[in-house]
């Protein structure tokens, strides 16, 4: 084992590899950027002001990294070694499954609704 972390990991979410980077987010919004070859911290932040649980796994499409709160809000992360949050965006429900992407479009399952969110095929 080359290295690991004994306190703050994720209990539900599965962490993302995007580029040259981990990122890890806890239930609280607690957000960790980390090197995956010596475990060396980058960055760690909160995503929001608190008080938004996170259920969702990560995903990342076009440069762009999707982490998605309980109460539905979708955070839009620029991956890289500085925490910069691009967007904050409201799904207007509860959503705690983690998002999924296909052909450039991203579904996301909240409490009552199937989102698509893309542009159009051509």
Not at 49 to 55: D, K, M, N, V
Not at 78 to 86: A, I, Q
């Amino acid at each position: 084992m080359a290295w690991s972390v004994k306190k703050g990991g994720p209990y539900m979410q599965t962490p993302l590899i995007y580029g040259d980077l981990l990122y890890s987010c806890r239930d609280d919004g607690i957000l960790s950027c980390l090197d995956p070859a010596t475990g060396h911290q980058r960055y760690k932040e909160r995503l929001g002001g608190g008080g938004e649980g996170f259920t969702a796994s990560p995903v990342a499409s076009k440069d762009k990294l999707y982490f998605t709160g309980e109460q539905g809000t979708v955070f839009v992360v620029k991956p890289g070694p500085e925490f910069r949050v691009m967007a904050t965006n409201r799904l207007g429900e509860i959503c705690m499954a983690t998002p999924a992407i296909s052909e450039g479009i991203l579904y996301f399952r909240t409490q009552g609704h199937l989102v698509a969110i893309g542009e159009p095929l051509h």
